[in-house]
């Protein structure tokens, strides 16, 4: 193989994300696919095969969004696509919107469960590895496979549409497992065929037709069953979760990661800082998603959610909990994921937390220490944003992943 080639960035500057310092003027020199040296010295651009020239942008890591699910939304979905699209459809559908996320920026995401039926492929491995070989573009994906949810739980593909029995049948190892035997059998399965973590179903939603958003839909006893048999095979748990005492339980059971935390109350807040828990708060979505198009009584259930999950998410922050970015794409748009970290900074987060949140702190849910960023021996995972990032997030208008330039 030939000896890999020598890239410089010249930036107007380059955020160290640890101190919080700007670096300017900025120089990034990338070898392969890592990091070989930052700093102000021009002579780190030296002997290089191109310097790419940033004068008016400041070079960040890449971001990262730790909830997607790139196999709904994006071009021409519908309401109905369970039961009017395939799931070949779906996986190429998903690569746009993979492409359109890693332009805007974001170079590492978790596609967390699918819950549409494909047959029981995984979907989201099978693009993952594309992803890895070339084939297409788009952020480096951790896929959970299918997420694991009861009958009629919140992640029950035929509960969005409410259905009716029979007309899209879905097995448990497409994920729809009831009792502890069904539950390890689900989660087995998506292990076997390629998941890197496991996604499952802790409460109601505010799209829930099956009662409130609040309500613990899987046993503590179930929960733990979950964690207990991702957590012998290496591979942490997230789970979809809103009320106080399914997101008390979530913990109790050793989960991992609670996913979106609406409804939690200040004592739930607390334990979540005691012990480590990581939120992945999923709050741009309570400003900014047009739900006129959903049934009455789901607008109804989400003017009453959405008020309070601005104020939980607050508290979260003041509270000191590790808190993780995600979009919950598409409930915002795919490539519109950064607005997660501007609510981030109108919840009371600082912009250096809120970049910290999509870089440093994903990272550290992912296990991923060679992410999160700019800094020598790290993967080249790095964007050009105008101005300084620590006064306003902008639109991002460049993008490298692994040392390969994506949008210049």
Known sequence: MPDPTATALHGRGVLDIDTGDIIEPGFVRVEGNRIAEVGSDKGIASDCDEVIELPELTLLPGF??????????????????????????????????????????????????????????????????????????????????????????HLDPTMFQALGPDVLPITVEE???????????????????????????????VMSHTGPAGAQQYSTEELTAIADEAHRRGLKVATHCHGDQAVRSAIEAG???????????????????????????????????????????????????FPQAKQTISKAIEAGVKIATGSDAPAIWHGRNAEELVTLIKRGMTPLGAIRAATTVSADLIDAPDLGRIAPGMLADIIGMPGDPLTEIQRVQFVMKDGKVYRR
């Open 64 to 153: 990262m969004d730790m909830e997607v699910n790139f196999f709904m939304g994006g071009p021409g979905a519908g309401l109905f696509d369970p039961v009017q699209t395939n799931p070949a459809k779906m996986t190429l559908r998903a690569t746009a919107n993979a492409r359109r996320t890693l332009r805007a920026g974001f170079t590492t995401v978790r596609n967390l469960g699918l819950f549409v039926k494909t047959g029981g492929y995984l979907l989201d491995v099978a693009l993952a590895e594309a992803i890895e070989a070339g084939w297409v573009d788009g952020p480096r994906i951790v896929p959970a496979g299918h997420a694991i949810t009861p009958t009629g739980g």
């Open 255 to 305: 989960i991992d990661c609670i996913e979106h935390g609406f409804l939690m109350e200040d004592d739930t807040i607390q334990l979540m800082v005691d012990t480590g828990t990581f939120l992945v708060s999923t709050t741009a979505l309570t400003e900014n998603w047009d739900v006129s198009n959903q049934a009455p009584e789901l607008q109804e259930k989400a003017a009453k959610v």
């Open 175 to 205: 994920g729809v497992a009831d009792g502890i035997d069904e539950i390890r059998r689900a989660v087995r399965y998506q292990i076997k065929y390629g998941a890197q973590l496991i996604k499952c179903c802790g409460s109601g939603g």
